[in-house]
C-alpha cells in the first residue's frame, strides 16, 4: 500500500468539507435530523458534482471511482452527516447491481438517471421475521400475463418513502436441493401504486435517513423488472458485500474522526481551576485512546478497500474493517461525549447527533455477531449459522 494519498483524494476531502461550509451548515444538518428527512434538493446537488455516479460506468455518466475514493468520500461526509453517508451508500450499492446485474435495456434506462439523481431507489431485504436470517424471507413474487404480483413486508427499508422503485429481494421460485439462496430473486418495484404501503420508523440514530417499514399487498412489477438472473438474487447481493462493509466502516471512521475533533477543541477551549481542561490527564489520556484506535480503523479500512481495488480478495479485511470500525465509534463516541460532560447532551452540540448516529453500527448493515461468526469459519472453525 502506499500510505501518501492521491491528490484526487485530497481534493474530494475538500471538495466535500467545501459543500457542507455552501449547502450544509451544521445548523441545517440539525434541522434535517429533526424533519427525519434529507430533501431531495440534497441529492441534487451530489449529482451536479458527480458524487452519484462514483460507483457507475464513465459510459453512463459515472467517474467508476474505485473502493477506495469511495471509502475517502464516505468518511468525509459520516464526519458531518452519517444518515447523509449511510443513505449514500444505498445509492452506490444499488447502481452497482444494476451495473454489474442489470440487463442492458436496464443499464441503460437507470444508471444515467442515477448519475443525474432524477431516479432514486431503496432496497427492501431485512423483513420483521427475519433479521440477520435474510434466507428465511417470506416475501413471495409471481409472475403471470408478463407481470410480476409482490407480497409480504419488509422492514427497516430506507429512502423508501422518497423511492422511485423499491429493489425487493423476494423469493419467486421454491427451495432446491435444500439451499434456501435458491430461488430468491431481485424484482425492482414500482412505489406509487396502491399495492405499496410505507410507513416510516422513528428511530434513534441516523434519523435523516428516513427509514421505513414497506408493506406490498398485491404490487405490481413488469416482468423486465427482474434484475440478475431468476432464483439467483442472493448470489448477486453477495457480489457486493465486500464493497457495502467497506464502506459501512468508513461512516464509522468518519464519525470518530468527528467525535475526536470536536472534544479536542473543547478540551482546549473549555477552562477549570485556571487551565483548559485539556491541561489534565484525565482528559488528555482517554483522547489520545481515541486517537490511537482511530488510526487503526482507518489504517484496517484503507487496507480492505485497496485489497477490493486491487481485485483482490479483502473478505475477511472487509469483514473486521466492518467490525472493528463500529464497535470503535461505540467505544470513542462515548469517551468523547464523557469530554464535553454537559455540552454533549445538548442537541445543539453535533456529538450529541454523532453519538445517537454510531449506535446503528453493531448490528447494520450485518450484526457484528454475524461477521464474527463469518470471522471464525474463514479462521477454520466449524460453521456456527
Not at 82 to 100: G, H, K, N
Not at 137 to 144: G, K, M, P, Y
Not at 158 to 187: H, M, W, Y
Not at 210 to 232: N, Y
Request: glycine content about 10%; some cysteine.
Amino acid at each position: 500500500m502506499n500510505f501518501d494519498a492521491p491528490q484526487e483524494h485530497d481534493l474530494l476531502r475538500h471538495s466535500v468539507a467545501r459543500f457542507f461550509e455552501r449547502e450544509l451548515p451544521e445548523e441545517r444538518i440539525r434541522e434535517y435530523d429533526r424533519a427525519r428527512a434529507i430533501p431531495h434538493e440534497i441529492w441534487s446537488h451530489f449529482a451536479e458534482q458527480g458524487w452519484l455516479g462514483l460507483a457507475v460506468g464513465e459510459e453512463f455518466g459515472g467517474s467508476n471511482a474505485d473502493a477506495m475514493t469511495g471509502s475517502v468520500f464516505c468518511e468525509e461526509l459520516a464526519r458531518r452527516f452519517p444518515s447523509l453517508a449511510m443513505d449514500w451508500v444505498l445509492l452506490s450499492m444499488t447502481a452497482r447491481l444494476f451495473q454489474e446485474h442489470g440487463t442492458p435495456a436496464q443499464q441503460a434506462e437507470y444508471l444515467p438517471r442515477l448519475v443525474r439523481g432524477d431516479f432514486i431507489m431503496a432496497f427492501g431485504m431485512t423483513e420483521p421475521s427475519g433479521g440477520t436470517d435474510i434466507l428465511g424471507l417470506t416475501t413471495r413474487a409471481e409472475l403471470a400475463d408478463g407481470q410480476w404480483t409482490v407480497n409480504g413486508q419488509k422492514l427497516f427499508t430506507t429512502f423508501a418513502g422518497q423511492a422511485n422503485a423499491i429493489l425487493v429481494l423476494c423469493r419467486t421460485d421454491p427451495v432446491e436441493g435444500g439451499k434456501r439462496a435458491r430461488g430468491l430473486s431481485l424484482i425492482l418495484t414500482p412505489r406509487q401504486q396502491s399495492g405499496v404501503e410505507v410507513r416510516g420508523l422513528d428511530l434513534m440514530g441516523m434519523r435523516a435517513g428516513g427509514t421505513s417499514e414497506v408493506f406490498f399487498d398485491g404490487a405490481a412489477a413488469p416482468e423486465d423488472s427482474l434484475v440478475g438472473e431468476r432464483g439467483r438474487g442472493w448470489y448477486a447481493l453477495l457480489s457486493s458485500l465486500d464493497e457495502e462493509r467497506i464502506l459501512s466502516a468508513a461512516i464509522y471512521v468518519g464519525i470518530t474522526a468527528a467525535a475526536l475533533d470536536i472534544a479536542l477543541q473543547y478540551a482546549k477551549d473549555r477552562e477549570a481551576f485556571g487551565r483548559p481542561i485539556g491541561a489534565f490527564q484525565a482528559v488528555q489520556h482517554p483522547l489520545a485512546d481515541v486517537a490511537t484506535e482511530l488510526a487503526q480503523i482507518r489504517l484496517l479500512t484503507e487496507k480492505a478497500a485497496w485489497l477490493l481495488s486491487q481485485g483482490r480478495d479483502c473478505a475477511n479485511e472487509a469483514a473486521m474493517a466492518k467490525l472493528a470500525a463500529s464497535e470503535t465509534a461505540i467505544r470513542c463516541t462515548d469517551r468523547c461525549m464523557r469530554v464535553l460532560g454537559g455540552y454533549g447532551l445538548v442537541e445543539a452540540s453535533p456529538l450529541e447527533r454523532l453519538f445517537r448516529d454510531a449506535r446503528l453500527g453493531p448490528f447494520s448493515p450485518i450484526s457484528n455477531e454475524m461477521v464474527r461468526s463469518f470471522l471464525g469459519e474463514r479462521m477454520g472453525l466449524p460453521r456456527s449459522y
